[in-house]
């Protein structure tokens, strides 16, 4: 089955810079990928998703690159900011049948 | 309408009890879906249910697990004699489609087992 790996752990950045967290997966026949963020005591809250047929997608400060080929796709967050505090998930699908696979979670800690 | 919605919030039971937690999927989808949070950790996928197909139970850890979905809406996850290793925070989510499209998640039920 499908297995998603997600580095790093715990990132820290200083506002105003970026954050970069990476996945890779390992079944080729993927092609929704996710990314979900979670703060304490909630759960998880889609941010943004991207699919096999494309390469990149941005939603304002975030965007997410997928390589097909290398099957690894990322979450970049520019300018950030106290509230992006949280922790990321990423995760895969390879249909609407399958169960969605998450990575195990990247904390993310932006310092004022 | 409201998310999801999952009762209770807390459950504080002792070893060997059984429990049941609660789902409240969004009205009109039909693909509901139930992971496991241990402290710290990731989301653990535990069963799934897409319409009126079988679910794919293929996460459950053990035969101590089961789960219903009633009329296909709400869901019951039902944990038999319960153990210390099964505390952690059950997570609801559903889906209007299958598992490609966007999933909206409840805010969990916290398990502790004493």
């Known amino acids: 089955g499908e297995n998603v790996e997600q580095h790093p752990s715990t990132l820290s950045v200083q506002e105003g810079d970026s954050a970069v967290i990476k996945c890779t997966y390992s079944?080729?026949?993927?092609?929704?990928f996710p990314w979900y963020k979670q703060e304490l005591g909630k759960g998880p809250q889609l941010i943004i998703d991207?699919?096999?047929?494309?390469g990149e997608k941005k939603d304002q400060r975030i965007a997410v690159t997928l390589n097909k080929t290398a099957k690894h796709f990322s979450l970049h967050i520019t300018e950030t900011q106290p509230e992006d505090s949280a922790v990321y998930f990423c995760?895969?699908?390879?249909?609407?049948?399958?169960?969605?696979?998450f990575g195990k979670g990247t904390r993310l800690s932006v310092i004022a | 309408g409201a998310g999801v919605s999952q009762s209770p919030s807390n459950k504080v039971t002792e070893k060997g009890k059984d429990v049941e937690l609660r789902c409240d999927p969004i009205s009109g989808h039909t693909a509901l879906y139930w992971y496991r949070q241990s402290l710290g950790q990731g989301l653990e996928f535990l069963i799934y249910?897409?319409?009126?197909?079988?679910?794919?139970k293929s996460g459950l850890p053990s035969d101590r697990f089961s789960a219903e979905r009633t009329g296909g809406s709400v869901s019951t996850l039902t944990i038999q004699r319960t153990q210390q290793e099964d505390s952690a925070v059950y997570l609801c989510?559903?889906?209007?489609?299958?598992?490609?499209?966007?999933?909206?998640f409840g805010q969990g039920t916290r398990l502790t087992v004493v």
């Open positions: 991207i699919r096999s047929n494309v």
């Open positions: 989510a559903s889906s209007l489609a299958g598992t490609n499209t966007e999933a909206f």
């Open positions: 079944d080729s026949a993927s092609n929704y």
């Open positions: 995760a895969a699908s390879t249909s609407g049948n399958t169960p969605l696979v």
């Open positions: 249910f897409q319409g009126n197909s079988a679910p794919d």
